[in-house]
């Protein structure tokens, strides 16, 4: 089993929808995970974090974690044509200060207009 | 203030070359990590150097080397390349911890023949 887990999809889904991207973990004693966005042949970028169960809106993004089922997710509302790319789910293993980041291997977004 | 830096963009190597990516920083960051991106599985970390002067190994660290030559520059070492390394190779920085917001590079495409 791999210790960040993602459906590599691709997830399509209308414009104006709610796009919902999820993630499982392995590791029970992981406490940080985060959400990546890539645009096609582009690099990774940071949109969301999350450390506490429950919720974590920012704007369009909200991100969900339930620690006691081991799993992440990313809703995104109203998804737009520039949401399409490839979201990476990430968590850290060991310590946040010798710890390190293990990547899901991503779910791809396809926004049809 | 050009972020994460990186060159060459692409290059192609024969089997048994040697050659080493280069990546720097303008943010004033204490960490620094190198990845590599292939289809289906995500990034994975290669080595990573969580300040000045001191390097570590990350998941898939096998037939590279990496040297953290001052705070800004943090550079990674092919010796012997070998076909199992076509890949995209992303550096990115974080400010000192990995949970930290991670920026990264535009990345370098490699192909091994």
């Known amino acids: 089993q791999k210790e960040v887990e993602q459906n590599s999809g691709p997830l399509s889904v209308p414009e104006g929808a709610i796009a919902s991207l999820n993630c499982t973990y392995s590791?029970?004693?992981?406490?940080?995970f985060f959400w990546y966005r890539q645009y096609s042949g582009k690099s990774p970028e940071l949109i969301m974090s999350?450390?506490?169960?429950g919720d974590k809106e920012d704007g369009r993004f909200t991100a969900q974690l339930n620690k006691a089922s081991q799993y992440v997710s990313l809703l995104i509302r109203d998804s737009q044509p520039s949401d399409s790319a490839t979201y990476l789910c990430?968590?850290?293993?060991?310590?946040?200060?010798?710890?390190?980041?293990?990547f899901g291997q991503g779910t791809t977004l396809q926004v049809k207009p | 203030n050009a972020g994460v830096t990186q060159t060459p963009k692409f290059q192609v190597l024969k089997t048994g070359q040697s050659m080493t990516l280069q990546c720097a920083q303008d943010?004033?960051?204490?960490?620094m990590y190198w990845y590599r991106q292939d289809p289906g599985m995500g990034l994975r970390l290669i080595y990573y150097?969580?300040?000045?002067?001191?390097?570590d190994k990350g998941e898939v660290p096998n037939g590279y080397n990496v040297s953290r030559l001052n705070k800004r520059e943090f550079s990674l070492r092919l010796e012997s390349a070998a076909p199992s390394q076509t890949s995209v190779y992303f550096c990115?920085?974080?400010?000192?911890?990995?949970?930290?917001?991670?920026?990264f590079g535009p990345g370098t495409r490699l192909l091994v023949l």
């Open positions: 150097s969580a300040s000045e002067g001191t390097t």
């Open positions: 990115a920085s974080s400010e000192d911890r990995v949970e930290e917001t991670q920026y």
């Open positions: 999350i450390y506490s169960n």
């Open positions: 590791d029970r004693g992981s406490q940080s």
């Open positions: 990430a968590s850290i293993r060991g310590s946040s200060n010798t710890g390190k980041l293990i």
């Open positions: 943010m004033n960051h204490n960490s």
